[in-house]
């Protein structure tokens, strides 16, 4: 069976640097993206003729995006986006979130995420399209799933109509190895260092063993040669 296999990024605030590397990524090896995005970023910017830029916002009391959800709302309407779907932070969802955003002309979010369970797309109460993830990185970590379990999620691939893959940028340059390695760095860091982290830092910090970048890379170079086909998110949004 030929699977839609659709890989998201979403960008939780880190620096160009790991931008740029996680998308340089992507475009060598010609597998298209869709970005949820959390502020802007020059990379974003430059790339938005090749990827797909939605918006990620984070509906928290200490949410750096704004004190409120109107002030939210209001700074996510000043990033640069091109497909009308959101996908919130830490999946913060309600009724008036999703009236708010189907205000700002959102047609989809992707705010569902299962525990490797592939489910389609659906039509919520909210009238949106919603677009579950099956294989999001920071839960596959949390849950200390094998990393060497790549021929199950292969095959789980293999089995779908549509599978969806969520990751971070900052999990996937830095290379995590378990979920406590990146807890620790991130406890360990400032906000603002992490928003501006260099290419030496990250050379520094990267893990240089078996971590779950090796195994979305080593995942996506199998999908490839099992010619699933690559989408965005578009596509979906485009059958409504």
């Known amino acids: 069976m030929t699977c839609r296999l659709f890989v998201t990024i979403d960008l939780d605030w880190a620096s160009e640097a790991v931008i740029e590397e996680t998308l340089n990524w992507f475009s060598k090896y010609k597998i298209p993206v869709t970005v949820f995005a959390t502020h802007d970023s020059r990379a974003i910017i430059e790339r938005m003729n090749t990827i797909e830029v939605g918006l990620h916002p984070y ?3 200490n949410s750096s995006q704004g ?3 109107e002030e939210i709302i209001e700074n996510l309407s000043q990033i640069p986006t091109n497909i009308p ?3 919130s932070h830490r999946f913060l969802d309600s009724n008036q979130i999703r009236e708010n ?3 700002m002309g959102m047609r989809a979010s992707s705010n569902v995420c299962t525990d490797l369970d592939p489910v389609t797309p659906f039509v919520h109460r909210s009238k949106m399209l919603e677009i579950p993830i099956a294989f999001e990185d920071g839960n596959f970590l949390e849950r200390n799933y094998d990393l060497d379990s790549c021929d199950e999620i ?4 293999s089995e779908s109509d549509i599978f969806v893959i969520a990751i971070h940028p900052m999990h996937f340059v830095l290379n995590t190895p378990h979920y406590q390695w990146m807890r620790d760095i991130k406890d360990s860091t400032t906000r ?3 928003n501006n982290m260099t290419c030496d830092e990250v050379t520094e910090l990267r893990h240089s ?8 890379k080593q995942l996506l170079m199998r999908a490839q040669e099992n ?3 690559f989408e965005q998110f578009s596509s979906l949004i485009m059958d409504l």
Do not use: D, E
Not at 154 to 157: A, E, R, Y
Not at 209 to 216: E, K, L, P, Y
């Open 67 to 69: 004190s409120n959800s």
């Open 59 to 61: 509906f928290s009391p």
């Open 192 to 194: 603002i260092r992490w």
């Open 85 to 87: 779907v959101y996908r």
């Open 101 to 103: 955003m189907a205000k």
């Open 227 to 229: 010619g699933h086909k």
């Open 209 to 216: 063993g078996w971590g779950i970048a090796s195994f979305v």
């Open 154 to 157: 292969t095959q789980l691939i």
